[in-house]
């Protein structure tokens, strides 16, 4: 199946930080993509804009490099060249007066302008402000500010602010590149495009909801930035929330950017408070790899996973809990929604009971949905009863190989062009989030504990196993 692609309309992109890590791997390359697969008009323009001097032609090098580098399919020498001549750079100062005069008499009157601030947090407040004092930024121009947004609510209330003293809150795209995936996205058409699923969404029919992120990869590296977070406020609190929110979310009244995010909001507000008995902390700690020594901090006490019990307190789904886990260094690579139903009331079979369905939603490494279901073994053994995977791998359905399928970078850029928010996290959710995080965060940081030990490569603590065991449930496996 080949997926239509619409081009958007001409626009002025400017990347403030284009020179650093995030705009290499990611915001260039899907640039890239959406450029070969014929999204991006010809007048169109991406600007690169940082500190560092160096002319267009060096910014277009630079470019070119990173696409090599990080791009899925090796690209062609012509199709980088024609690409690259949308690229233009201005060294810009976002804290000083460098850059900002020539920016303002760069970007053309009558196209869509969006700013990508793809530098650290600390700069937002600045770029937005020179942004507007001047005139460089209009009432139809869109931001897009990365994650993190705060790391308390204090601070993303502080951040919002600042943003909003220039941007109306229809011109800011709060990223969070989960809501980019497909499959994310194919949790609302699933949900809310088909009869199948929703008379059953609900705590009389579904027993738990596992949502899983595991990380391989340590933090050695960029440990020390890791260890003022951990994995609470670096996954949790974004991330893991939203995938919650898709699932526990009642259908929005229109697909429409505020009506989506309105029945999101609801689900955050509707958070049970965390007791400690709800949540287990942990630490990859090992003689050839540990986390202090990879945070380069012997005392730390920040957790590289975590896994909680999650209640929501309202009529849908009191009763069914959600448990979250997510850590680094751990066995696999993976991120799935597993959606347990409850078993059967009563078995007519006599030989077995039929485990519970479960429908599996997976985001990495290979995006897809299986749902689980019972049948009767094959052959004339009698009525022996046996689980199998329905399976709907995206890739095989959409692609040939899946390349069609855009990152979720590069389809998220594209709302901004389009100027659609859907996707896009709302100021108020991020501070419900917030809400709901904090007081967790406070309790930890007084309790003064340490993380439960885990070994690299292993599945996560055993308090984590426990958290399910003493409901009688467990874990799916991690594995890729
Ligand atoms: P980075 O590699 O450190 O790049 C920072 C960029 O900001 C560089 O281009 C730097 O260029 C520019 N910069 C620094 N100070 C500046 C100033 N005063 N004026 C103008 N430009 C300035 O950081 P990154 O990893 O790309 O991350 C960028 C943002 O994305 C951060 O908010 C980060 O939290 C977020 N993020 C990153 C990732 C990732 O995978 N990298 C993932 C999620 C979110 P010059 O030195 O030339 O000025």
Same mark, same amino acid.
């Given at each position: 199946?080949?997926? #239509?692609?619409?081009? %958007?309309?001409?626009?002025?992109?400017? +990347?403030?930080?284009?020179?650093?890590?995030?705009?290499?791997?990611?915001?260039?390359?899907?640039?890239?993509?959406? &450029?070969?697969?014929?999204?991006?008009?010809?007048?169109?323009?991406?600007?690169?804009?940082?500190?560092?001097?160096?002319? /267009?032609?060096?910014?277009?090098?630079?470019?070119?490099?990173?696409?090599?580098?990080?791009?899925?399919?090796?690209?062609?020498?012509?199709?980088?060249? !024609? =690409?690259?001549?949308?690229?233009?750079?201005?060294?810009?100062?976002?804290?000083?007066?460098?850059?900002?005069?020539?920016?303002?008499?760069? @970007?053309?009157?009558?196209?869509?302008?969006? =700013?990508?601030?793809? %530098?650290?947090?600390?700069?937002?407040?600045? +770029?937005?402000?020179?942004?507007?004092?001047?005139?460089?930024?209009?009432?139809?121009?869109?931001?897009?500010?990365?994650?993190?947004?705060? #790391?308390?609510?204090?601070? /993303?209330?502080?951040?919002?602010?600042?943003?909003?003293?220039?941007?109306?809150?229809?011109?800011?795209?709060?990223?969070?590149?989960?809501?980019?995936?497909?499959?994310?996205?194919?949790?609302?058409?699933?949900?809310?495009?088909?009869?199948?699923?929703?008379?059953?969404?609900?705590?009389?029919?579904?027993?738990?909801?596992?949502?899983?992120?595991?990380?391989?990869?340590?933090? /050695?590296?960029?440990? $020390?930035?890791?260890?003022?977070?951990?994995? +609470?406020?670096?996954?949790?609190?974004?991330?893991? @929330?939203?995938?919650?929110?898709?699932?526990? @979310?009642?259908?929005?009244?229109?697909?429409?950017?505020?009506?989506?995010?309105?029945?999101?909001?609801?689900?955050?507000?509707?958070?049970?408070?965390?007791?400690?008995?709800?949540?287990? #902390?942990?630490?990859?700690?090992?003689?050839?790899?540990?986390?202090?020594?990879?945070?380069?901090?012997?005392?730390?006490?920040?957790?590289?996973?975590?896994?909680?019990?999650?209640?929501?307190?309202? &009529?849908?789904?009191?009763?069914?809990?959600?448990?979250?886990?997510?850590?680094?260094?751990?066995?696999?690579?993976? !991120?799935?929604?597993?959606?347990?139903?409850?078993?059967?009331?009563?078995?007519?079979?006599?030989?077995?009971?039929?485990?519970?369905?479960?429908?599996?939603?997976?985001?990495?490494?290979?995006?897809?949905?299986?749902?689980?279901?019972?049948?009767?073994?094959?052959?004339?053994?009698?009525?022996?009863?046996?689980?199998?995977?329905?399976?709907?791998?995206?890739?095989?359905?959409?692609?040939?190989?899946?390349?069609?399928?855009?990152? /979720?970078?590069?389809?998220?850029? @594209?709302?901004?062009?389009?100027?659609?928010?859907?996707?896009?996290?709302?100021?108020?959710? %991020?501070?419900?989030? &917030? *809400?709901?995080?904090?007081?967790?965060?406070?309790? &930890?940081?007084?309790?003064? *504990? $340490?993380?439960?030990?885990?070994?690299?490569?292993?599945?996560?603590?055993?308090?984590?196993?426990?958290?399910?065991?003493?409901?009688?449930?467990?874990?799916?496996?991690?594995?890729?």
């Amino acid at each position: 199946m080949v997926s #239509r692609v619409i081009p %958007v309309d001409e626009f002025d992109l400017v +990347i403030f930080g284009a020179t650093g890590d995030l705009a290499h791997r990611k915001i260039l390359p899907g640039l890239f993509r959406r &450029w070969l697969a014929g999204q991006i008009p010809e007048g169109a323009r991406i600007i690169g804009a940082a500190r560092t001097q160096q002319d /267009a032609a060096a910014f277009r090098a630079e470019a070119i490099a990173a696409i090599k580098e990080y791009s899925g399919t090796p690209p062609d020498a012509a199709s980088l060249d !024609s =690409f690259a001549a949308h690229l233009d750079y201005i060294a810009v100062d976002a804290t000083g007066e460098t850059g900002w005069d020539t920016l303002a008499k760069t @970007m053309r009157p009558g196209v869509i302008r969006a =700013f990508y601030f793809s %530098v650290a947090p600390a700069l937002f407040g600045a +770029i937005a402000e020179r942004l507007a004092s001047h005139g460089i930024a209009d009432a139809d121009s869109r931001i897009v500010v990365e994650k993190p947004f705060g #790391r308390d609510l204090e601070s /993303a209330r502080a951040l919002n602010g600042t943003l909003a003293q220039h941007f109306a809150e229809g011109q800011i795209y709060r990223i969070d590149h989960y809501l980019g995936k497909e499959t994310v996205q194919n949790l609302m058409a699933v949900r809310f495009a088909n009869m199948l699923f929703e008379p059953l969404w609900n705590a009389q029919n579904i027993d738990h909801v596992q949502i899983t992120v595991a990380e391989t990869v340590g933090v /050695a590296g960029r440990g $020390s930035y890791y260890d003022q977070s951990g994995a +609470i406020r670096d996954m949790v609190q974004n991330h893991m @929330m939203q995938l919650l929110c898709l699932i526990a @979310m009642e259908p929005p009244w229109h697909f429409d950017p505020d009506a989506v995010r309105d029945e999101k909001l609801k689900v955050i507000r509707a958070l049970a408070p965390i007791g400690p008995e709800d949540i287990v #902390r942990g630490q990859y700690r090992g003689p050839a790899e540990d986390y202090r020594a990879d945070a380069e901090n012997p005392d730390s006490r920040t957790e590289s996973f975590v896994a909680l019990k999650v209640e929501i307190a309202n &009529w849908r789904w009191t009763g069914t809990p959600f448990y979250l886990r997510t850590g680094k260094r751990l066995r696999a690579r993976t !991120s799935e929604i597993a959606v347990i139903f409850k078993e059967p009331p009563h078995s007519i079979f006599d030989e077995s009971d039929p485990p519970a369905n479960a429908l599996v939603i997976k985001l990495q490494p290979n995006e897809g949905m299986t749902l689980r279901v019972n049948i009767k073994e094959p052959g004339p053994g009698g009525m022996r009863l046996v689980q199998v995977p329905l399976d709907m791998s995206f890739a095989e359905a959409l692609g040939p190989d899946g390349t069609d399928m855009p990152d /979720a970078y590069e389809r998220l850029i @594209m709302d901004v062009i389009r100027g659609n928010q859907t996707l896009f996290m709302r100021g108020d959710e %991020v501070e419900a989030a &917030w *809400a709901w995080t904090d007081p967790i965060i406070r309790a &930890w940081d007084e309790a003064a *504990a $340490s993380p439960e030990a885990y070994d690299p490569g292993s599945g996560g603590p055993e308090e984590a196993s426990r958290l399910m065991h003493r409901d009688n449930r467990r874990w799916r496996e991690i594995r890729a």
